[in-house]
């Protein structure tokens, strides 16, 4: 019985001794083992306490095919598995005292290979076949293949499974018109390329990918991006995201939860708005959108601080002269709920209040004065250099220009009055 993972072995007297481990692990395979009176015994072995043939624990790497053996049987004191569906768990041993630490391990096989390990711990017999105490081919190495790059169909894999072990995956010219799911079992992916293919539609179970950190969808069919992948755990993992030369019109509000981004290309899409709460991608420090067709910025936009900004090529519209006024008065019972629940940051979800209450929430405008509002506001227009928010900026046009209408909202006469230098 074999396992395939990283693994680092920590002595635990190395704090007493002033030393720390390297806090990395190297690729391994782990092999049950068993042990024959012929075997030669382990360093540091005790003496066999187990019988005649008991089952040891067989530590190889690529420098050391022939491996390292520990014992198991009365052999472990503790087992931490509490992130064993990442793959991660960790063998404390009493004799030698070390921490056999796992990382990057298929996690199914992990559970059957702790079961096993824990019934040879007790002296219970195996079902599973063990191994013999052979040196590991470096062909069992190569299984732990980080990167892969398929750059045509006919080298796209049809018949097996990509590595489990993947960590950079690229499937570009491929022709792909949907997400292969196996794709979605690679738990360890934190980059995945699937540039140039005909995909359409992306399904939430990319936000199962946990440590997922770019995704590169340059050149495919897409026209939304959903509000699922938008409340993913993609929310704390992903930095770069590029969705040029696609389809997409709008993005969700929610979007913007995205908030670990850094790098955000939207380029030679069909772009007529951002999200009007761009600015809460506080981490965004490189934005390109050229060649859309955005009218306008939304207010919130003043509150990024970008290194560099491309929007040359929007159809970019002249501010209007006189706002659009939509105030109510008095305010429905609506409007003030509403700006009650924002502004006390009550939470709410479609599982206390209905779905269409939960988007009017989502949506709400925020006033510069901090406020927010539903369907009474007044509406204004102004233009912004975009050299306040980016130090590197594209030009706009192809006449020199650096500035952009922003569209703003106020909650009230009073704040639309206070703002009128602004949006002279």
Not at 79 to 87: Q, V
Not at 214 to 235: G, I, Y
């Amino acid at each position: 019985m074999k396992l395939h993972c990283d693994v680092e072995v920590v002595s635990r007297h190395l704090p007493a001794l002033g030393m720390r481990n390297r806090g990395k692990g190297v690729r391994a395979v782990l092999s049950l083992c068993q042990q024959t009176p012929r075997s030669q015994p382990r360093a540091g072995a005790r003496d066999d306490r187990g019988g005649p043939h008991p089952t040891c624990l067989l530590i190889s790497t690529l420098k050391d095919k022939r491996g390292t053996r520990y014992e198991l049987k009365d052999n472990i004191e503790q087992f931490f598995t509490k992130f064993m569906d990442e793959g991660k768990a960790t063998v404390r041993l009493k004799e030698p005292p070390v921490d056999i630490c796992l990382s990057k391990a298929n996690s199914s096989s992990l559970k059957s290979f702790l079961t096993a390990v824990r019934l040879a711990h007790r002296g219970c017999d195996i079902e599973a076949r063990l191994t013999t105490f052979t040196p590991v081919k470096t062909s069992e190495f190569e299984k732990f293949k980080t990167k892969m790059v398929i750059t045509s169909k006919k080298d796209y894999p049809l018949s097996k499974n990509f590595p489990y072990s993947l960590e950079h995956l690229q499937t570009s010219y491929c022709g792909l018109v949907r997400i292969d799911t196996r794709m979605l079992c690679l738990r360890n992916l934190r980059k995945l390329d699937l540039s140039h293919n005909h995909i359409k539609k992306l399904p939430a179970t990319i936000g199962d990918l946990i440590h997922l950190q770019e995704l590169n969808l340059n050149d495919n069919h897409l026209e939304s991006f959903s509000v699922a992948l938008c409340q993913s755990t993609l929310q704390t993992s992903l930095r770069s995201l590029d969705l040029s030369k696609n389809k997409i019109k709008a993005l969700p509000v929610q979007f913007c939860q995205l908030r670990e981004l850094t790098d955000l290309k939207l380029d030679d899409n069909e772009l007529i708005r951002f999200p009007f709460k761009m600015g809460q991608l506080t981490k965004l420090r490189f934005l390109s959108a050229a060649r859309n067709k955005l009218p306008f910025l939304p207010s919130e936009f003043k509150n990024l601080s970008l290194e560099y900004l491309d929007l040359f090529g929007n159809t970019f519209e002249q501010p209007k002269v006189l706002p659009i006024i939509m105030l109510q008065t008095p305010l429905t019972l609506l409007e003030s709920s509403a700006q009650a629940v924002l502004h006390n940051r009550i939470p709410y979800g479609s599982h206390i209040i209905p779905f269409h209450l939960c988007q009017d929430l989502d949506t709400a405008k925020t006033c510069v004065c901090g406020r927010f509002c539903l369907n009474s506001f007044i509406q204004g227009t102004t233009t912004m250099n975009l050299h306040s928010v980016a130090h590197t900026v594209v030009l706009v046009d192809n006449m020199g220009g650096t500035e952009a209408p922003v569209m703003s909202y106020f909650c009230s006469v009073a704040c639309y009055v206070n703002s009128c230098d602004m949006l002279k």
